[in-house]
């Protein structure tokens, strides 16, 4: 799905409101846990005339975020959601970042906390990229970039801890004024990259596999050291995003900033791994005629010995 709107901010929260998540809804354990993509996607349609307004005056949203500047891509992608609930027109907003305490110790927050159709609601909120790999005993594991975080344990740690806050009793004063406790959902979005480098069986074990929604965003990885690119990278420039724009797809009219061709980009790598193991995560990018620049793909590249 193309963005429809100019502004990178206004792009970005439109996909924070209308991207797939990626855990499956298909799943008896997970479905009522997971926000629905149906019900995201109502919810961009009907605030599809307010996106085009904040498109042509994308200042209120800008300076929501500027309140919190500089910030780390989650908390980019949290804000650009609160902006959302907070605007909605069938949401009362209540809080945000809600800390729970054990006398003096932190048992953890509550994300956001809304009500809908007069129904109590939480939510906790995340964006991920994660890399498919296959280890060495012939599993599939899901890993961030960094390697430090992982797709099935992020998932278990929703599912365990983040979401079970609202029971404990240090949190149920909070909802003494509301008839039922709140219904508890995750909303988990991002991409999901594939190698390029490695062959791997669509019958290999993936212990994972059961929690991905197959309408997942999607991308590829290679290795630094062997850079397996794109069938067609001959053809196309490239960028390298930076965070926080790594929500919605390029697409503006003017030429990006800092365009590489091939032999620019290898030059690029070559520098950036030569000093640093920190993966980069590239686009690929073509001029459409009265489209503008439109990514094509994206992909990480990552140091020779990742996720080491």
């Known amino acids: 799905m193309l963005p429809q709107y ?24 997970l479905k009522p846990s997971i926000v629905s993509d149906s019900w995201c996607l109502d919810q961009h349609q009907q605030l599809h005339d307010w996106l085009s307004e904040l498109d042509q005056n994308p200042q209120p949203p800008i300076t929501w975020l500027t309140r919190k500047k500089p910030y ?17 027109t069938n949401i009362r907003w209540i809080d945000s970042r809600i800390q729970i305490y054990r006398g003096q110790q932190t048992l953890g927050e509550l994300d956001f906390l809304f009500e809908q ?3 109590l609601t939480h939510w906790e909120v995340a ?26 344990l992020k998932v278990s740690h929703l599912l365990n801890h983040q979401l079970t806050i609202s029971r404990t009793p240090e949190a149920c004063p ?42 997942h ?14 069938a067609n990278h001959m053809e196309c420039l490239w960028l390298r995003l930076t965070k926080p724009d790594w929500l919605s797809q390029v697409s503006q009219m003017t030429e990006p900033e800092n365009i590489m061709d091939l032999d620019q980009l290898q030059h ?3 520098q950036h791994f030569s000093a640093s193991k920190q993966a980069v995560l590239i686009a690929q990018v073509q001029q459409c005629p009265q489209r503008g620049w439109l990514e094509l793909s994206r992909g990480f590249v990552v140091a020779k010995i990742w996720p080491k």
């Open 127 to 152: 964006v991920k990229f994660y890399l498919q790999y296959l280890t060495d005993q012939g599993e599939v594991r899901w890993y961030g970039p960094n390697a430090k975080d992982r797709l099935d």
């Open 268 to 270: 690029y790598l070559d």
């Open 72 to 88: 780390p891509l989650g908390v980019y992608f949290e804000l650009l959601i609160e902006f959302w609930l907070r605007h909605a």
């Open 217 to 230: 965003l999607k991308g590829w990885w290679t290795y630094e050291n062997q850079r397996t690119l794109p």
């Open 174 to 215: 909070l909802f003494k004024q509301y008839p039922t406790l709140p219904l508890d959902k995750i909303l988990l979005k991002g991409y999901l990259f594939y190698s390029n480098d490695q062959a791997i069986s669509p019958t290999a074990i993936d212990p994972s596999a059961k929690l991905i929604s197959e309408h």
């Open 117 to 119: 159709a007069d129904q």
């Open 6 to 29: 100019k502004n990178k901010v206004v792009q970005d929260l439109s996909w924070c409101i209308s991207s797939p998540g990626l855990l499956t809804q298909s799943l008896a354990k």
